[in-house]
């Protein structure tokens, strides 16, 4: 058993599907059960958003003078390193972060069904083998060692971005198959309102809300939204085969982000952050299950305080957190009632240091406090991690050479010496290389540590090496191809015990290697523009070691791991009208219970029309939804939606 | 006066040997209604008739873990899941009785002869499905299958198979009993047992132990998805020691039909007179005929539904066969 269907044993997931032909009479009979049954929120909304606007000064589109504040990217932007990124408006176009990273990046989400919990797999490593960060502080659950995507909004991220490859010389335990960086940033202007709403097929139904405003010295920054599915799609295991409707899968999110910036001086910015989210979903049956009545409560309050002053020589950073998380997993028709928290405070100081136009030195120093309870721990346990990192970056005419450095102890125990070396150069002005070699490793779990009975005091890091070699051949249009290579000792899986139950141990070494390719072609013709981007992902990540308990024989490739996976995307804008489709492939992946799920093509189409008056301008946007109605499922025995549609109106003053 | 005295002879001599039999009921441990033992009084197992039921307990403070055996008086046939682990799908024991044992099995479950029975033959015990993976079976979870599977056509299937053990060898013979078994093309064949089923270990010969194990189709790397946990009751020992059997199981050349039978069995053999008894599985005898040689007609319609024996003798020796009363 894996980290993650620990999490899942205490968790448990969801899935499957459903087509609808008529779109709108979803919107409308989603708006009639909207406005029925949310009224509560809208109360709220207004007695909450309204004097803050009342505060604000409306239809100030004043531009604010502070923005002028950059983040040092020492860390986040090591040489050698591919970065795939987004912003505000490339996020909106989908609801979660989830969505985000299927459609448009190589990254393998393992998605248990629509509304139910999804991970990620970046170059074939485990869910646990990818660093998140929400403006530097990372976000996993030190239970699980992962985060759910399904429940990260885009609405509440201004950038994303992936940094693929190993970078824990940076940002510590988890950062091996890549690391996904989450920003949120103050806007330009001083006023702004963006009103969202969206309606589609299996009762989902979408409200949001942003704004931006002043009050007195501060800018705010309030975000809040509720979504709500049904989730009753249908879905056709085959074509012999009954049609079944989905039941038990309904999903009810709220959320608030609430953000103030402060810039005592031009060249200082305080931030202060508070994220609130509620998860209501039930936990629908698989394909091989009669029914199921379980449900799930996730629960997340995430604050935040930033400090940074920059100036010709010097920035300074200053990070801290403090999360909790509860997730409250019942069944009662298995009696099961189990409630689990934790609690992660962090701190971090960094200082960057230009000593010339060509040499750059960082010094960070990083402390974690993480408590965490649930049943099955013998006594809540806390874990105590202090860090202090470096990074020396020296530039020689068109190339960068950068060295990090990691030193960390936990519990009193070092971390073996974590070290990194990256590069990367311009060869003309149409060709870069880059390349990296680096020690990563992944911090056992609380679940693999405390989890009662099984858990493994004694459990050693997943660590290893990694290297990779990429070329970029042109810059608006680009080729890309990077090859990389990693080895990680220590993978860490769960087997049954003598005694009969679980236990995790320090058993394979896991070896991935692959060849990634991007292309990015783009083509301006006077009012229209013609994007044209995609991927082709090639990956082994194969045991090295045989193993008796799970049965793994030597050179086996990773469960729930593809070996080829690859993505296109079209853009196409004529002036206000914008039609988007991105296509996807999965290859086969094994499963453990020794089947093959087949391969399967996803394509989505999206059109958009923007409306743009003087003081406001509006957007209509309609999806569809694996249009060309494929029969699939990322997880056995959890099928997906068949084609299904979306309408979305966004209002922005 | 001959036949009289050789009746008296023979009731006395099948008195001596069903006394020969010892059936673990495990009604001696008087729990209440819907209790169990798992262990945690530290005991290491159960002791009843002549069996050892081991169990291995663990306590973590605040976890308890068991393996090898329970004793069960658990009524609980609806609530799927392992809150309800030492439940039997039955709802009791066997023909209503309340106690009965409840094996979760990690590698194996074993049972140990004690006492007459160290080194004999065993007769055979019921067997039947714990309430977990029956519901398991019948309705999947979240970690293991519906039998059948999407279109209830998979072959699924749950194997107890159980050996002995003699001198510590395993022997090579061994008896299957299937749980559950979907393997039949004709899906209205499919099954799961949710009654208790007696099971002959008779052809295993002399053990000092009796070894389970378990094996099915819903399984991964892990191994079994499907929760390995078993139920059994009314086991039957021979208490005569490894040779005491052998001397009564002299075989005649008998045949007996129809099996299972409603009202009567045809006793066809070609010896002279002898004695058919025929007995329930706790060794009361239930009804006693003569035989003559050739067919004989020995009715059983008033008898209860169930596992019986008959046992035929006469100077010569001594059969005995089960047959089913429906």
Not at chain 1, 435 to 464: A, H, M
Request: with cysteine.
């Amino acid at each position: 058993m894996t980290e993650d269907m620990i999490g899942l044993r205490c968790a448990l997931l969801h899935r499957p599907d459903h087509h609808v032909s008529i779109p709108i009479r979803f919107f409308l009979l989603s708006a009639v059960q909207y406005f029925q049954k949310q009224v509560r929120f809208i109360i709220t909304f207004f007695l909450f958003g309204f004097p803050l606007f009342a505060i604000a000064q409306i239809v100030d589109t004043t531009l604010l003078p502070q923005a002028e504040v950059k983040e040092s990217r020492l860390r986040s932007d090591f040489a050698g390193t591919r970065v795939e990124k987004w912003n505000t408006n490339e996020l909106s176009a989908h609801a979660t972060l989830a969505d985000l990273l299927q459609q448009e990046s190589g990254i393998f989400i393992k998605s248990y069904g629509l509304g139910s919990s999804a991970t990620v797999a970046t170059r074939g490593g485990s869910a646990g083998h990818t660093a998140v960060l929400w403006n530097g502080l990372p976000i996993q659950s030190p239970m699980l060692g992962l985060l759910d995507f399904s429940l990260m909004p885009t609405a509440f991220i201004d950038n994303a971005e992936i940094q693929y490859g190993g970078n824990s010389a940076a940002w510590g335990s988890g950062a091996i198959g890549g690391v996904i960086s989450l920003d949120n940033q103050v806007e330009k202007e001083k006023f702004s309102l963006e009103i969202q709403t969206s309606a589609g097929s299996f009762g989902q139904f979408d409200l949001g809300l942003k704004s931006q405003y002043q009050i007195g010295k501060w800018t705010g920054k309030t975000r809040i939204f509720q979504k709500q599915a049904d989730n009753d799609f249908t879905y056709q295991i085959r074509k012999d085969l009954p049609v079944i409707t989905q039941t038990n899968a309904a999903f009810n999110q709220r959320g608030l982000l609430q953000e103030f910036y402060w810039f005592p001086k031009s060249n200082q910015e305080l931030s202060i952050r508070f994220w609130g989210q509620q998860t209501d979903r039930e936990l629908p049956p698989t394909a091989v299950q009669t029914r199921s009545l379980a449900s799930q409560k996730d629960e997340s309050l995430r604050g935040s305080i930033h400090w940074k002053s920059v100036d010709n020589k010097m920035v300074w950073q200053v990070r801290s957190g403090l999360f909790r998380e509860n997730i409250h997993y019942k069944d009662p028709e298995r009696l099961t009632d189990a409630l689990s928290y934790f609690w992660n405070a962090l701190g971090e100081v960094e200082g960057e240091y230009f000593i010339n136009k060509n040499q750059q030195l960082l010094i960070g120093l990083s402390h974690a406090w993480t408590f965490a309870d649930i049943e099955n721990y013998s006594t809540p346990p806390q874990q105590n991690r202090t860090a202090l990192f470096a990074s020396f970056k020296q530039k020689i005419k068109n190339w960068n050479l950068q060295i990090n450095g990691r030193g960390e102890i936990v519990d009193g125990k070092f971390i073996p010496f974590i070290p990194s070396l990256g590069f990367n150069g311009k060869v003309s002005d149409l060709l870069i290389i880059q390349g990296k070699i680096s020690r990563n490793y992944r911090l056992p779990t609380f679940n693999d540590l405390y989890w009662n009975p099984g858990g493994n005091i004694d459990l050693l890091p997943e660590i290893g090496w990694g290297q990779e070699i990429g070329i970029t051949v042109g810059q608006e249009s680009f080729y890309s191809a990077t090859f990389f290579n990693r080895k990680i000792n220590n993978w860490v899986y769960w087997s049954p015990t003598d005694q009969g139950f679980w236990s995790p141990q320090n058993l394979s070494e896991v070896w991935s290697r692959g060849l990634e390719q991007r292309f990015k072609w783009q083509f301006i013709f006077e009012k229209s523009k013609l994007n044209l981007s995609g991927g082709y992902d090639f990956i082994l990540s194969t045991n090295q070691v045989a193993i008796s308990k799970p049965s793994i024989k030597e050179g086996e490739q990773l469960w729930y791991a593809p070996q080829h996976s690859a993505f296109g995307k079209l853009d196409l804008d004529f002036k206000n009208f914008q039609i988007n489709y991105n296509h996807q492939l999965t290859g086969p992946v094994r499963t453990p219970n020794f089947t093959i799920l087949k391969k399967y093509h996803i394509g989505n189409l999206s059109a958009s029309y923007v409306f743009k008056r003087k003081q406001w301008e509006s957007q209509l946007i309609f999806n569809v939804k694996n249009i060309w109605d494929t029969n699939y499922s990322v997880i056995e025995y959890r099928p997906m939606p068949g084609r299904n549609y979306q309408t979305q109106l966004i209002f922005k003053i | 006066m001959i036949k009289q005295t050789f009746t008296f002879l023979a009731l006395i001599f099948s008195i001596f040997f069903l006394q020969a039999q010892t059936t673990s009921t495990f009604e001696d441990f008087n729990l209440p209604a819907d209790s169990f033992l798992n262990g945690s009084d530290g005991s290491g197992g159960f002791e009843n008739g002549n069996v050892f039921l081991p169990n291995e307990f663990t306590d973590t403070g605040t976890f308890t873990f068991w393996s090898g055996w329970s004793i069960s008086t658990a009524t609980d046939v609806t609530t799927p899941g392992f809150t309800n682990e030492f439940s039997a799908i039955t709802g009791g024991g066997f023909d209503g009785s309340s106690h009965y044992a409840t094996s979760f099995i990690s590698e194996n479950s074993i049972i140990n002869l004690k006492g007459a029975a160290k080194g004999g033959s065993v007769e055979g015990l019921y067997i039947t499905n714990a309430t977990y993976p029956f519901l398991s079976m019948k309705d999947g979870d979240s970690f293991a299958k519906k039998f059948g599977g999407v279109d209830g056509n998979d072959p699924d299937f749950l194997l107890l198979t159980i050996k002995t053990k003699l001198d510590g060898q395993i022997g090579a013979d061994s008896v299957n009993f299937y749980l559950a078994d979907f393997r039949d093309a004709d899906n209205n064949n499919d099954y799961i047992i949710d009654d208790w089923t007696f099971v002959d270990l008779s052809t295993l010969g002399n053990a000092d132990e009796l070894v389970f194990t378990m094996s099915g189709s819903d399984i991964g790397q892990f191994g079994l998805n499907t929760p390995t946990y078993f139920c059994i009751d009314n086991l039957i020992t021979n208490d005569n020691g490894p040779s005491s059997s052998t001397d009564f199981t002299v075989e005649f050349e008998v045949s007996v039909f129809p099996n299972p039978t409603t009202d009567f069995l045809i006793v066809d053999w070609s010896q002279n007179e002898g004695t058919a008894q025929i007995t329930n599985l706790q060794g009361r005898i239930l009804e006693t005929q003569l035989l003559q040689k050739g067919k004989n007609t020995l009715l059983v319609g008033d008898l209860p539904k169930g596992v019986h024996f008959l046992q035929i003798r006469n100077e010569g020796g001594l059969s005995t066969q089960k047959f089913v009363k429906q």
